[in-house]
């Protein structure tokens, strides 16, 4: 049997997408955010300007937020102060003018921070629109980009692909685990690269200089829907900020100020997806001291949910997040409008019964309840055992703004623990709990009418004589800890070619989840990675030697190897050539072409500072270090799709 491809067996394939076959892309600064086609200006003429609307998170030191609005345009961006006439609240459903990418003029003048103060706006152009029946990215591409500048020696490599993929609380697992694996995250951790000190808190060159050094290094930042700029301490008021997207069609930038925990990485790339934060409330003490939960005059706490990252916790996203995010689906919410007795059961697991029981509220907005047990990769820890309550307004243009009540201790509901509405209008209570449900009996004060609807106007079950099917799957969704498989099925290990000769190599892989990209290796190189079948790569016109080839397979999370395929083209190093000695044959100088290394010696591995492979072997009969960019005769095709390899991603 062959031994598996040795390179770099020992590190991640994951950080290895040198497309060395080219010289390396030099950036022209020009922002990918600005669809090419709409003419966007970025001049103030007339004291008006031309952009593309983007709406902003900031995640401020003070435990605050701001939000913050920006035109957007082919040489840089500008932010806009809105008078509260024209600003959008996070309530408000999202309209034009107030789409992500809606191409706007804004009329008014700048201020001394280069702010433009707005007198008004006009809509140009429409947000572009989305291919009917257009599939959304999925799974979700990310590349995390790591910068420095200066002494300050920036996060290193292997911890953001801890935070980012690999570790057991990352975000792939804590989205995979959170959406009962609708969610699944792919990507890269690149850098720490080094940028120019930016002078200050300036977002939008340091995403340019990010972009730029990923570029020299080979890589394309437009292969991945999402780009996170990690950087030192720049003078910046967040933590995190990021650009606010929908479910479907994620915004694209999130930046974080030396700071990557599971909270600000998991909250900025929700801002992507469209979720607001979630919040709590603060509604002082009775006249008998106790804590009042919820009346019409509470002050507002705006990272006030203990469990949720879109507030300041490191569990489970509520319930009223995952119905934005589409998580949640058919009889999981269950809309209660008159007295019943309901089942809920766990909010962890995938599930067919109720995960959400929606209760209209004095207000006009509603009550939603989930039950929580300490299950899962982030659950398990906290003591999460119990019913929490929730109010929230319908989803308007930046997501839900969910309120954690806090009912009971640490805002659990517990067996016997009861609620009633400010108003009086509707109480609930916690009947039973056990390790698959609760029972919650729900009282209108007048008894409310109409039967209990799933979403989408469905009746739910009735089990146990409460309304609400019990069937969930016995555990959280799993992390995906199996590897692929993958082989090289063409050519054969031992295969003969003539020199000038062509042939096609060829894999065949497979995943239990997903695949997210094979790597192609030449003499323990990286060449090129594919994020699709045909799992093919033309070789034209191939000169005499020995070459080994091998693949790497991933699914995001873990890396499958083929074994290594030898093939020989023309005579084998060594043999009786009248020739004598041919272009590229070995020398006993001991030195090889710029790889440290010695013909025919062993390879030497490591990881280069973007988490890549910085193999470098030196083929036998060759002498000097086979790089792809100077093999003319591999031609990578994706023929299926009649594209060169050098084609984007698949929007998915």
Known sequence: MLAPLPACEAARASGLEALRDAPAITSTHTDTRVPDDDAA????????????????????????????????FATGELELRLPPAFAPTTDEVADVPWQRNTLLRAYGSLDAQGVLEVDDVTVVAPPPQPLIDAEPYDPRSIALILLRWGDNPGLMNGYGKEAM?????????????????????????????????????????????????????GHDPSKYSQLMYHFPQAGCDFAGLADVGSPQFAARDSWYQSSLDCVVRNQELGHNYGMGHSHAYDCGVDDMGNDVVFADNCAHIEYGDPYDPMGDGCAHINAVQKLYMGWLDGCNLVDATADGTFNLVPL?????????????????????????????????????????????????????????????????????????????????????????????TV????????????????????????????????????????????????????????????????AEASDDRLLSDLVLYLDSQPVVRLYEPPWSWDVTNIPAGTY?????????????????????????????????????????????????????????????????????????????????????????????????????????
């Open 41 to 72: 200006a970025g001049t103030l003429t007339d004291g008006s300007v031309q952009g593309r609307y983007v709406a902003r998170i900031a995640r401020l030191h003070d435990g605050t937020a701001r939000k913050s609005h920006h035109l957007v």
């Open 548 to 652: 080994e080839f091998g693949v790497i397979a991933s699914d995001g999370r873990n890396q499958g190897f083929s074994e290594a395929v030898t093939v020989q083209v023309g005579s084998p190093a060594g043999a009786d050539t009248s020739g004598g000695a041919t272009e590229g044959d070995a020398t006993d100088d001991g030195s090889g072409a710029g790889d440290g290394s010695s013909s025919g010696g062993p390879s030497q591995t490591g990881l280069d500072d973007d988490g890549g492979c910085s193999c470098r072997a030196a083929a036998p009969g060759r002498g000097w270090s086979l790089v792809p960019w100077l093999l003319p005769w591999l031609v990578i095709q994706a023929t299926r799709r009649r594209r060169p390899w050098t084609a984007r991603s698949r929007v998915r």
């Open 165 to 217: 993929f690999e570790g057991a609380e990352s975000v792939a697992v804590f989205y995979g685990e959170a959406s009962y694996g609708r969610e699944r995250m792919i990507g890269e951790v690149f850098g720490p690269y080094d940028i120019p000190d930016p002078g200050g808190c300036d977002p939008y060159s340091i995403s340019q200089d990010a972009q730029a050094a990923m570029s020299a290094k």
């Open 348 to 440: 962890e697991r995938p599930c067919n019964g109720t995960q959400a029981l929606r209760i209209p509220a004095f207000d006009g907005r509603s009550y939603y309840l989930e039950y929580r047990q300490p299950i899962g990769a982030f659950d398990a820890d906290l003591g999460l055992d119990g019913v929490l309550v929730h109010v929230s307004n319908d989803f308007g243009g930046f997501g839900p703004s969910p309120y954690f009540l806090r009912v009971g201790e640490n805002g659990l509901m517990k067996t016997g623990t009861s609620f009633t509405d400010p108003m009086g209008t509707v109480s609930f209570t916690v009947d039973a709990m056990d390790a698959d449900h609760a029972v919650v």
């Open 443 to 506: 009282t209108f004060a007048d008894g409310g009418s109409g039967a209990p609807t799933c979403l989408g106007g469905a009746t739910p079950e009735t089990e146990g004589g409460a309304v609400g099917s019990l069937a969930c799957a016995d555990a959280p969704y799993p992390p995906d800890d199996a590897a692929p498989t993958v082989n090289i099925t063409s050519p054969a290990n031992g295969d003969m070619f003539d020199p000038g000769a062509s042939f096609t190599i060829t």
